[in-house]
């Protein structure tokens, strides 16, 4: 069975309408001009109230330079933002032991939400041996473990390493770890969905399925697609909403978000009560 918690004690309060969103970064992808922490997060918490987005979690890079801020800087950047959470980053090929110390202290505390690696960006597959200590960090702190999956956003990815179906191997090695596809795989949908019904530790986002707003015939082929994982896999508790901000647009995706022909009750699981449930967040905060 899926891993289930209670969700604050104003969880029966809440109505469909409430939103979180699971995937969103405060990197500066254009890199023309360095854009402070404080500004890309205002940005973010102003893009959030446009569009009546309750909470969302930050994912950190695996990568840390002027334009993608490390952890530690993201951390005590919102540490009293009670609607944002960080999801950190690692990088298989630079992590050390002080990196995985100073991770623990946070998953500790509470100051972080979950882990996340990025094959396809870094040359890596999910099962190699070298990742077992990040796991173990994830298992004994009960957060969930996220991967990059999918298309890269950079041509100099190497997609060999991103595809979904080599989460299989993980899921299988650590069935006590929550493991969740980002992007559902896109382009390898039917891979994700298979993974995801065939292990009943592992969830997917369909975040950055698009750059910038979805175009009328896009959205409609991405519904399809959606739907008939959620046709195959079953009722949609794995399924995690996300938008990849400020890659794709919050408002384009809370439209596609609403096209999908689901039962409201089912809409609402993938909106904000399964990611609540999964990432432990307390929904009586914000």
Known sequence: MRYLIPIGN???QKTGNMVIDIHTHINNYHEDKVVSLNDCINMLSDTMAENSVDYSMILT??????????VNKVVEAIRDKKNLGVVAGISYLSFKERDLRELSDYLEAGLIKGLKLYPGYEPFYPYDNRLKIIYDLAVEYDVPMMFHSGDTYTPTGRIRFSQPIHIDDVAVDNPDMKIVICHVGNPWII????????????YADFSGLVLGDFSDKYEKYMK?????????????????YGSDWPIATMKSYLKFMKQLDLP?????????????????????KF
Do not use: T
């Not at 890079?61 to 490390?70: A, D, I, L, Q, T």
């Not at 399809?224 to 995690?240: K, R, S, V, W």
């Not at 409201?264 to 009586?284: C, G, H, P, Q, T």
């Open 191 to 202: 891979d994700c969905m298979e993974v995801v019904y065939k292990n009943k530790n592992v």
């Open 61 to 70: 890079s695996y990568k840390v330079n002027e334009h993608r801020p490390g």
């Open 224 to 240: 399809n697609q959606l739907e008939e994982m959620i046709l195959y896999a079953g009722d949609p508790n794995y399924l995690l």
């Open 264 to 284: 409201e009750d089912k809409k609402e699981r993938i909106l904000w009560k399964n990611s609540a449930e999964l990432f432990k967040i307390d929904v009586s």
């Open 10 to 12: 104003k969880s029966s």
